[in-house]
């Protein structure tokens, strides 16, 4: 994709949410806070080469007032309602997919020795800008932190499988994510000072990829405050991913099931 025609595609979009911004919908909508807090056990399967099952317990939170939202790694959210079935949405995101990375839990070491002296790349800062219509949605995200400058384009849809009244909530959702050059040798790619071919690090120059996820979601409301939740997924890797020379297999599974108590 070529840089010209990726912004030609997202700045209308991106003019169009600043207008809600500044509209007189988006300043009257003003709800009192709702704090969602809990625990959640995490488990990821991650594609680097060497790299074990993890495992880990951590505190869960989930923060939102009238249409604006906050958490760890979605730091602001911001939801313009459209309409009945059309959502506009934009934020500030922590974006960090390398190996051991600052904005994960999962942060193992892999004994494999392709990581020895393997310097991590950086977090990054992303804004977000997205669009819902019924079930599907595109979202757009741009490293502001000039680090990567890449961009990743999440598309979705959204499938039905189960709902009893407020209470049960089931659905399956299909992800195809696009990532650019940029993005894939940010975060996959070896540069000439990191390589080793005696380590098996070799150089590689990494160039844009999709990988295509499958998500299985569930919500459990026990009465008015108490709520399980539960996200699986699975993600097959786009072959400018896979073929670096850092991962060992072409999935990544990850399950995170939360407990949570609203305040």
Known sequence: MK???LYASTFPLSLVLM???NSPQVHSNQDTWEIKA????????????GMDDQNVLVPYLDVRKGNWSFGVENIVHYQYPVGDDITLSTGINLRD???KNQSSVFRGSSPDPVFIDYKIPNQE?????????????IAVNQDISNNSHSTSIKSSID???YRYKNSIQIKATANELWYSADYVDYYFGVKSNQENPALGRYRYNGKETVNHQFTLNAIISFGPRWEFRSIISRTTLGKGIYDSPLIGTRYENKAIFALSYLL
């Open 38 to 49: 809990g625990l959640a056990p995490l488990s990821a399967s991650l594609p680097w080469k």
């Open 125 to 137: 800062i992303a804004a977000s800008a997205s669009i819902r219509w019924w079930l599907l949605s």
């Open 159 to 161: 499938l039905p499988l």
């Open 3 to 5: 840089w010209n025609r």
């Open 19 to 21: 207008l809600f911004l």
């Open 97 to 99: 997919q390398g190996y």
